[in-house]
């Protein structure tokens, strides 16, 4: 494999991993609102601490926008103690709704995808093709 | 004990001018970010930047003392505020057309993708030309009766062949013209000028909600 080709491969292949986490987003942002209300920065926190998502902290507050504006989210502005106040974000019963779906969709995907995967499994890692 | 004190003085008084240096940057950036979202209403558009302000504010106080270097540090996550207001806007655009079916949000809207993407770009010059394709038809149609003997579609001799024009009827007719439909461009421009219109619209609402799905799952 000549190097210009390689290195097209793992670009495409880090362009994918990106755009599965792009993907995710929106889910993983649902899911963490599962259980209560959250500021921004503690969704941004959650999928941090709570999974491999490398979120662009610019990407989620127009990302939280837009899904309040399709009615997934409502928010609140809350007075804190930190001495200013914090927008807020919780689920509508449409996004419950929303979460449930696409959970669902994700539990049966991916466990799919994984039979897929199964065969790639008994290849010994960090052996050349060949 | 008077040389002690004149240290901690200072040491507060710089410790006040990183502070407020720190705050100017936090002002510049919201500024900025404000300006950028000027065609949002203006209640949406503060929301956003109290929003950002407060996680800036949050996201310094984690990292200590309220220092310039912690702003920028805070600032460079966020990424430049004209970017930050681009997604924005694009979203919130595409709701509005997909909404009101508006041409003219549709063209905004499309106007938008156009600067972010190759396909953007394309689906705008195709919406341009359909709406100015519907809207000479319809033209045309309408002002058959205030200029019966010239407006419609002619074909007219060339040097060499013919050329095929939709006359709105200002001007004298053309030499050795030929009036292809007569009164007929009344009802066909007007049924192929609003179908036309029709699908353009149909055309873009379709690729607004292609664009937003593949935005989605994260081609950009």
Not at chain 1, 10 to 15: M, V
Not at chain 1, 35 to 58: C, F, K, N, T
Not at chain 2, 68 to 87: F, H, I, M, T
Not at chain 2, 175 to 187: A, C, E, F, N, S
Request: hydrophobic fraction near 45%; proline fraction near 5%; charge should be positive.
């Amino acid at each position: 494999m000549s190097a210009s080709l390689a290195k097209a491969v793992s670009a495409s292949s880090d362009k994918w991993e990106v755009q599965v986490r792009k993907g995710c987003l929106e889910l993983a942002i649902l899911a963490v609102l599962w259980q209560g209300r959250l500021y921004g920065l503690e969704i941004l926190r959650r999928l941090e601490d709570g999974s491999a998502l490398i979120v662009p902290e610019g990407t989620v507050y127009p990302l939280l926008s837009r899904l309040k504006a399709e009615g997934l989210l409502a928010s609140e502005w809350v007075e804190a103690d930190a001495g200013h106040p914090r927008k807020y974000y919780k689920l509508t019963a449409s996004g419950r709704r929303r979460a449930l779906q696409m959970a669902e969709f994700w539990s049966t995907f991916s466990s799919n995808l994984d039979d897929l995967l199964a065969p790639l499994r008994l290849v010994p890692p960090r052996k050349e093709d060949r | 004990m008077a040389e002690v004190n004149l240290g901690q003085n200072n040491l507060a008084q710089n410790s006040l001018a990183q502070n407020s240096l720190a705050q100017k940057k936090i002002n510049k950036y919201l500024q900025d970010l404000t300006a950028a979202l000027r065609t949002l209403p203006s209640e949406q558009a503060s929301d956003i930047v109290e929003e950002l302000r407060s996680h800036i504010v949050d996201k310094v106080a984690v990292s200590g003392d309220m220092t310039p270097a912690a702003v920028d540090s805070a600032l460079a996550a966020l990424g430049r505020p004209e970017d930050l207001a681009s997604l924005y806007l694009t979203d919130d655009l595409q709701l509005r057309a997909l909404a009101s079916r508006s041409p003219l949000l549709i063209l905004r809207s499309l106007f938008r993708w156009a600067s972010l993407s190759f396909a953007g770009f394309f689906v705008l010059i195709s919406s341009l030309l359909g709406y100015f394709l519907s809207g000479a038809l319809i033209a045309c149609a309408l002002l058959r009766p205030i200029h019966p003997l010239t407006a419609g579609l002619w074909l007219i001799p060339n040097a060499e062949d013919y050329e095929i024009s939709l006359r709105l009827g200002f001007g004298s007719v053309p030499p050795g013209g030929r009036d292809l439909l007569g009164w007929w461009i009344v009802p066909i421009g007007l049924a192929v000028g609003f179908g036309l219109f029709f699908l353009t619209a149909r055309f873009g609402l379709w690729s607004i909600r292609r664009l937003r799905r593949a935005r989605r799952i994260g081609a950009h």
